[in-house]
């Protein structure tokens, strides 16, 4: 006879996040600061949009991943994409300085070429401070609370966290045992999963599942053990700002999500604990070629996640 028993509430948390757009973004139009700093090496370009999109998608086709694939790596490969984007606008023996390479380089592995959301720093205080977790409304929930970054992206989003203050654990899906070994719960990102690494870009569900590894060495180095139970007291919830690469693609994984939806971020609100309600949007989507309406979880701020409760299982 089955148990009648209602299952136990999980008492724990890893939550996961997507980095670009979700919190950060770039602090300028990508063409136009290219174009900036160009003029500023003896470059005299216009809009460079189109070249950047040729010279991106022309490095994309012949080392991908970044460069990953071909052992080109990602520094190299965006120094390729720099140089790419800069031919057209050359004058006769002119050559694309290597000074304006490396300053768009520096640009965006840094804080230099981003903004962060500004309720980020606000929201992993709040996750490291049990004082902060009791005082806001509602207070936060869950007893341990593991975060970790999924993203398709190369190997500069740990350095771009961190830039702006976060401690980001070294544990990579490809880190080495001595890298790892430094790795704890207690860092601001636990872990940092790339489609650079893992070789599979968001909604492909293999990303999702290195994260859930990354979970359970994370705890196992922990001092937590990495027994089958340790991670099943885990709830997995995603927040990105995409609806099918993060939302239906972290769902299709297995994972709860909320869709961040930034657009609708508003400056009064930023700064300040709790911010934007965690609201349902109805949204149509294709299965199996036909139109379905599904009811997303979406907020505009990281505040409203204290208000996400699992769904109950029917």
Known sequence: MQSTRPLARKKNLLLAFDAFGTLYTPNARIPEAYAAAASHHGITCGSVRDSFTEAFDKEAEQNPNYGKATGLGAERWWANVITGTFKPFLKPDQEVPQALVSELLTR????????????????????????????????????????????????????????????????????????????????????????????????????????????????????????????????????????????????????????????????KDMGRLPFQPLTKLGVTTKEEGKDVVKQVSMCADLGALSRWTPPTKK
């Open 108 to 267: 965006y592995t840094t804080s230099e070429g981003y903004n962060m959301y500004p309720d980020v720093i606000p929201f992993f205080r709040m996750l490291k401070s049990p004082s902060m977790q009791r005082t806001i409304h509602p207070p936060w929930k869950w007893e341990k609370t593991v975060v970790g970054i999924i993203t398709n992206s190369d190997d500069r989003v740990s350095s771009i966290l961190e830039s702006f203050g976060l401690k980001v654990g070294p544990r990579r899906v490809d880190s080495s045992a001595e890298r790892s070994a430094d790795a704890t719960v207690q860092d601001d990102v636990s872990f940092v999963v790339l489609s650079y690494d893992v070789g599979y870009e968001k909604p492909d569900r293999r990303i999702f599942e290195a994260a859930t590894q990354m979970l359970k060495e994370t705890l196992a180095e922990d001092g937590q053990g990495a027994e089958e139970q340790s991670i099943d007291d885990f709830e997995k919830l995603y927040v990105g700002d995409s609806l099918e690469k993060d939302y239906f693609g972290a769902e299709a994984a297995g994972w709860h999500a909320v869709f961040l939806d930034r657009k609708k971020l508003r400056k």
